[in-house]
């Protein structure tokens, strides 16, 4: 990845500094709580400090550090600009060929979460840092490919949401029924 991609971190935050409003923020624990593959925005706010790294909305965003190996190997397109990059994020920036929600597909589904996740360093915190991350092998098809794969993968969010609004619609409906008997 080293040959298609420059790589950065984020800086300075954590959870204490959260605030009821301010400029939006995304801090690496919310990559496992908050976030799937897309970032549009953030509902956590922070007060701006002095050297605050910005997305421009045409980056990768993967956790530093995690609980397991197989956690921190995931990455979020983010697809705004003018959010703040907190601490404990490794940042890549793909080259204009490589569409950035490609990328994070990529690194999270296919070979490349198992190399990192042979490079996650730790054990009871795992790290991976931006040199393992620009020594991951990946492919990449035409532009016209990532895209066609880019709106499949969002057709499949799509309908387990759907799905899982249905379900919980239905189990809602059969915890009331069980109340009542």
């Known amino acids: ?24 923020i995304i801090l690496y624990g919310s990559l ?20 605050s790294v910005f997305s421009t909305g045409k980056e990768i965003v993967v956790p530093s550090s995690g609980e397991t190996a197989e956690d ?33 597909l990529e690194v999270t589904n296919g070979s490349p979460k198992y190399e ?7 054990k009871s915190v795992v790290h991976i840092h931006n040199s393992d991350l620009s020594e991951i092998v990946i492919s990449y098809p035409d532009q016209l490919e990532q ?17 899982q609004r249905k379900y919980n619609k239905l189990f809602l409906s059969f915890k009331l029924i069980w109340i009542m008997i």
């Open 147 to 163: 895209k066609k794969i880019e709106v499949f993968f969002a057709e499949i969010d799509s309908i387990i949401t759907l799905h």
């Open 72 to 104: 921190i190997a995931r990455a979020s397109a983010v697809q705004k600009a003018g959010i703040i990059l907190g601490g404990d994020l490794n940042i890549i920036h793909p080259i204009e060929e490589i569409n950035p929600i490609f990328l994070a």
């Open 116 to 122: 990192l996740e042979k490079m996650a360093q730790g």
């Open 32 to 51: 496992y709580t908050a976030y799937q593959t897309l970032i549009t925005s953030s509902n956590c706010f922070v007060h701006e400090k002095d050297n």
């Open 1 to 24: 990845m080293g040959d298609v991609a420059q790589f950065s971190k984020g800086r300075g935050y954590t959870r204490n500094d959260l605030r009821p409003s301010g400029k939006e």
